[in-house]
């Protein structure tokens, strides 16, 4: 197999964004909802009100259409063929890598690599940067905010290397203690790992200023952006980050797909992730050399489809415009907080100056299991457990919250259907 090059590039997605140029003109809620056919169901009777988008948002009618279209019209494998479904595919699928390019700001498209999620993103750094550079008393710094999945691989590899874990603290309104964390960072340090945006609680970390104060104590960073990327314009040149960490499906695209961006002169320095096809340059029955970025980690057929349809999102996240969405949301998150705080017996957990998107709340006398099951009878939809953050959990000595999660569709509206379906709980616990 010879080394995988583009065949050659394009600008344009397969199928236009339906309502970009109507959207970018002014913020208008309803047009955007009109965009995103599953709104328009009924759940028990009542009109879907979607309040979990932390898990996952809801996709837009352009993404629907470009998975379609790419199964309609150009199915074949890339990098592989020279017939004209799989030079279209080929297109197709790098033109989608330079569309995250731009949205990320990375400075060549060979510095993103796609993954399934953001979960398998940091996993390939852990197991292949990390095996290279940690090794026994050496340290690995997270905070205790974090998803799982940027805690759970950190375990993992200290426990393989015999290094240790360092874990750097929040307050009581789910703020990270920077000036803590930099007091962690000393020259057994070899990798921070930290989330942009907690999906627990909602705070925005000013990953800014973390990446320059690691960097002046020589620690790179990786930055874990599930929950950030799709309320917020991300440039990973400025944050100057070392590697950050996406996944599609929370950015309106498809599940199945995520991002890995890395310096390129780490990527170069990394082994394998993983080995097959598309990941080498040479095999013979006793060596294999490997391919040039990204593909040295993109070992096997990938999800083409989910590429297209990742793209055709950022096409229409695009379109509408980080100001537009932000500005939104946060009238919504301002909304939502009052509101909620105004229902008795709710306690918000999460109040930091700096966040987004999520309300996290417990209520008197209730579990919140009982809280979504009841809600959901009335039509709304929220998450409700641990969301993969037990030690936030711990940290505030709670067992699980509920929590409500918003995006661009969601409106004030909902947010009081929310409020309503509380109430009923309370009749319900009375």
Request: charged share 20%; glycine share 8%.
């Amino acid at each position: 197999m010879t080394t995988t090059t583009p065949l050659r590039s394009a600008s344009a997605s397969m199928t236009p964004p339906r309502g970009e140029a109507a959207v970018r003109r002014a913020f208008d809620v309803e047009r955007v909802r009109a965009d995103f056919p599953i709104l328009r169901r009924q759940v028990h009777g009542h009109p879907l009100v979607y309040l979990d988008n932390a898990a996952t948002p809801q996709k837009p009618q352009a993404v629907l259409d470009a998975i379609v279209s790419y199964y309609t019209e150009i199915n074949a494998n890339v990098h592989r063929g020279v017939h004209d479904l799989s030079e279209r595919a080929t297109t197709a699928f790098e033109a989608a890598r330079e569309k995250v390019r731009g949205f990320f700001n990375a400075r060549e498209a060979r510095e993103i690599v796609f993954t399934r999620n953001a979960t398998e993103s940091i996993n390939l750094v852990a197991w292949t940067f990390g095996r290279t550079n940690v090794g026994r008393d050496d340290e690995v710094v997270v905070t205790a905010m974090e998803h799982h999945s940027n805690l759970v691989p950190w375990q993992m590899l200290c426990e393989a290397a015999g290094a240790r874990l360092r874990v750097a603290p929040i307050d009581d309104r789910g703020e990270l203690l920077v000036d803590e964390l930099e007091r962690l960072l000393g020259p057994r340090t070899k990798l921070l790992a930290v989330t942009h945006m907690s999906n627990a609680l909602g705070t925005v970390n000013a990953v800014e200023d973390i990446v320059r104060i690691a960097h002046a104590h020589g620690v790179p960073v990786l930055i874990d952006g599930s929950q950030a990327a799709y309320h917020m314009k991300v440039d990973v040149q400025a944050l100057d980050c070392d590697f950050y960490a996406a996944t599609g499906h929370k950015l309106y695209g498809p599940t199945g797909i995520g991002v890995l961006y890395g310096k390129a002169a780490l990527l170069e320095s990394m082994p394998p992730f993983m080995g097959g096809g598309d990941m080498i340059a040479s095999v013979t029955l006793e060596k294999s050399t490997w391919n040039v970025l990204p593909y040295k980690f993109e070992a096997g057929t990938p999800h083409i489809a989910g590429a297209i349809g990742l793209g055709a999102a950022i096409d229409y996240i695009t379109g509408i415009g980080f100001d537009a969405i932000g500005a939104h949301e946060a009238a919504l998150l301002a909304y939502g907080t009052e509101a909620l705080s105004s229902v008795p017996g709710v306690r918000l957990i999460g109040t930091a100056r700096r966040k987004a998107s999520v309300l996290s709340f417990v209520m008197e006398g209730v579990h919140p299991h009982d809280i979504g099951t009841i809600v959901d009878r009335e039509g709304v939809a929220i998450r409700t457990g641990h969301h993969c953050a037990q030690p936030v959990m711990a940290r505030f000595s709670v067992p699980a919250t509920a929590r409500a999660s918003l995006a661009m569709y969601n409106t004030r509206g909902e947010i009081d259907t929310l409020v309503r379906a509380l109430e009923r709980v309370r009749e319900v616990f009375a």
